[in-house]
């Protein structure tokens, strides 16, 4: 049962990455759009499924890595430098769900450049993750 839920775990989170690097390149797109208005509203109702769908991924991967964690005692030190890092990039997905929501109202974005360096802070955070889980280095 174990690997099953090993498995499904690692599913759910390649699902939730997706949409976390995906949606600050919606952003970008966004405020390239300028003022046309049906590429922004096609853009913004993208950016809102993707949240959504985002959310759902990333709560059953919560649910099956609370499941690794506490039913099959997988545990240490690297997993707490882990929830922390993913506490970090759930973070910056929930601030790029707040400037998608605001960019369908109307409201102006930082500059494509800015959100562009953005769009790289997931990444900066995933290599970190991915060494913690497959070195366990404590």
Partial sequence: M????????VLFVISWMATVFYLPRILVNLAEAGAEPAVRDRL???GRRLYRFGHVMFGFALLLGLTLWLHFDRSGGWVHAKLTLVA?????FIFTGRWIKRAGTGAPLPSPTTLRWFNEVPLL???PVLWLVYFKPF
Avoid: C, D, G
């Fill in 125 to 127: 955070l995933a290599i």
């Fill in 88 to 92: 970090l990039m759930l973070a910056h």
């Fill in 2 to 9: 174990y690997l099953w839920t090993k498995l499904f775990h």
């Fill in 44 to 46: 913004a109702l993208m």
